[in-house]
């Protein structure tokens, strides 16, 4: 079954860039595309990026999404950091009749 | 504004069946694929099931498959999760999400609502 791996957690400084990891367990990342949500604490998921590298209005710039094909992984990117991105973020993709998200990243900003 | 607004959750004892509705408002109910996610407490997120938009195509997770059935109401903008013989496992929050229009992910979320299976 294709997996989608992710850090437990990440945490950075206010102000600075954060790269968030989603590394596929077989095949290719680009066979279909990744998307990114964020959860805040007590909070529905909301979407910050979707098919690899598109925003959604309203989401600020400083979210980005790329892919990697040598690595087999997509990469949530989030320049400027503040307080209000402190969340867990979610990678899903789909495979085989199955969407599959990762385990989650827990971002701490401090 | 999109609003997806889930009811229906509860407490149900182990073997049990529950009814999910979510409540659509906001856009073009019909013309979407609508899908239903799980979290269960301190976990990370698990789809459950999709449903095009006229009841065509449908799907479920593998671990699911016989004892959840999804259906929509387009007349309604109203989309179902029929969930039986439950089990504690099945305890979760389930959310009701809009796919976006050409690909296999979520734009918009509702907020959920809590399933407890316990006795």
């Known amino acids: 079954n294709f997996m989608l791996t992710q850090p437990h957690s990440v945490s950075e400084s206010p102000g600075k860039t954060v790269t968030i990891s989603c590394t596929g367990s077989?095949?290719?990342?680009?066979?279909?595309?990744v998307h990114w949500y964020q959860q805040r604490p007590g909070s529905a998921p909301s979407t910050v990026i979707y098919?690899?590298?598109?925003?959604p209005s309203g989401v600020p710039d400083r979210f980005s999404g790329s892919i990697d094909n040598s690595s087999n992984s997509a990469s949530l990117i989030i320049s400027g950091l503040k307080t209000e991105d402190e969340a867990d973020y979610y990678c899903?993709?789909?495979?085989?009749?199955?969407?599959?998200f990762g385990g989650g990243t827990k971002l701490t900003v401090l | 504004e999109v609003q997806l607004v889930e009811s229906g959750g509860g407490l149900v004892k182990p073997g049990g069946s529950l009814r999910l509705s979510c409540a659509a408002s906001?856009?073009?109910?019909?013309?979407?694929?609508m899908n239903w996610v799980r979290q269960a407490p301190g976990k990370g997120l698990e789809w459950v099931s999709s449903i095009s938009s006229g009841s065509s195509y449908i799907d479920y997770a593998d671990s699911l498959k016989g004892r959840f059935t999804i259906s929509r109401d387009n007349a309604r903008d109203s989309l179902y999760l029929q969930m039986s013989s439950l089990r504690g496992e099945d305890t979760a929050v389930y959310y009701c999400?809009?796919?976006?229009?050409?690909?296999?992910?979520?734009?918009?979320w509702g907020q959920g609502a809590l399933v407890t299976v316990s006795s």
């Open positions: 899903q993709s789909y495979d085989s009749s199955n969407w599959v």
């Open positions: 077989s095949g290719s990342i680009t066979s279909n595309y």
């Open positions: 098919e690899d590298n598109q925003r």
């Open positions: 999400a809009r796919s976006l229009y050409n690909s296999r992910g979520i734009d918009f």
């Open positions: 906001g856009f073009t109910f019909s013309s979407y694929t």
